[in-house]
């Protein structure tokens, strides 16, 4: 079974590292951060809830980043010392350390601000666009699942959409490809309540750590140990020459990242919000 390496043990870390264990697919979570105190504490807790929640993940703890060595995945998450997300040039010099560690390691970023560290990975440090992207649309995507399961009295384990585009400003749902039960939202729901929906999704962004930590999780467990399941993550698109447009799309996912870019059905209206979007 695969380990993963979890870049940074910040609350976010801490909540990719808990969803991973508990879903109890890899072999090991191994948490590294420079301060190694507060990731081997972190692991120790994750470790200690096992026997309660019945898993049987390794979680271990280190405070080199040579440490990332051999994973099957690495997640970029936050640093301990501030919860803040590894972005900016800081980032970049880490993804310039993890590439010479390991060349063709699938990268996963778990925050929400590092759309542009996608882009600048992509463009000034030749990362192959299948390799590294980011999960935090998925978690976005539960979010406004569970608004249409209130507006509906319904469960939000019944809805299916799916969500494109650059939030929160520039998100754009499919609604006439969403459904609850096997049938259409777009008849299910008025379209004054669709409109109201939509216009909630900005202050649905950012989603909280444990949100954003779920969502991690389950798209590293479909790259590591393999999933037929379709998530919306962060993404570099081609946009031209020394550009890339990094923008929430539906993918399929294998042990080498990203096998497919999936185009979502859209309304002429829906696609004109999307191509705007990606133009950004």
């Given amino acids: 079974m695969p380990f993963v390496a979890i870049i940074g043990s910040g609350e976010l870390g801490g909540a990719v590292a808990h969803a991973l264990a508990a879903g109890d697919r890899v072999r090991e979570v191994r948490l590294i951060d420079s301060e190694g105190s507060i990731a081997r504490g972190k692991a120790l807790d994750i470790t200690q809830s096992a026997a309660i929640a019945s898993f049987a993940t390794r979680v271990t703890a280190a405070d080199a980043i040579e440490a990332a060595a051999g994973a099957s995945v690495v997640v970029l998450a936050d640093t301990a010392a501030s919860n803040a997300e590894h972005a900016g040039e800081p980032g970049l010099a880490l993804l310039r350390r993890l590439i010479a560690i390991g060349d063709s390691t699938p990268i996963v970023c778990a925050g929400t601000g590092q759309r542009e560290l996608i882009a600048r990975a992509v463009i000034e440090l030749q990362v192959p666009p299948s390799r590294i992207i980011g999960s935090a649309p998925t978690a976005l995507e539960s979010a406004l699942r569970a608004l249409v399961a ?33 049938q259409p939202l777009s008849r299910e729901l008025p379209a004054h309540v669709i409109a109201g929906l939509n216009a909630r999704i900005p202050v649905l ?47 399929e996912l294998n042990r080498e990242g990203v096998r497919r870019i999936l185009q979502p059905a859209l309304t002429r209206q829906e696609r004109t919000l999307l191509e705007n979007a990606i133009e950004e």
């Avoid at 384990?157 to 499919?174: D, K, T």
């Avoid at 444990?210 to 081609?238: E, K, N």
């Fill in 150 to 182: 209130v507006a509906m009295d319904g469960s939000g384990a019944e809805i299916s959409l799916r969500l494109v585009g650059v939030p929160p400003r520039s998100a754009v749902v499919a609604w006439e490809e969403s459904a609850v039960a096997g």
């Fill in 205 to 251: 962004w950012p989603p909280g750590p444990y949100a954003l930590g779920a969502a991690c999780a389950r798209t590293v467990d479909a790259i590591a140990a393999g999933s037929r399941r379709r998530f919306t993550c962060f993404v570099a698109m081609d946009a031209g020459p020394l550009r890339a447009a990094v923008t929430a799309m539906p993918v």
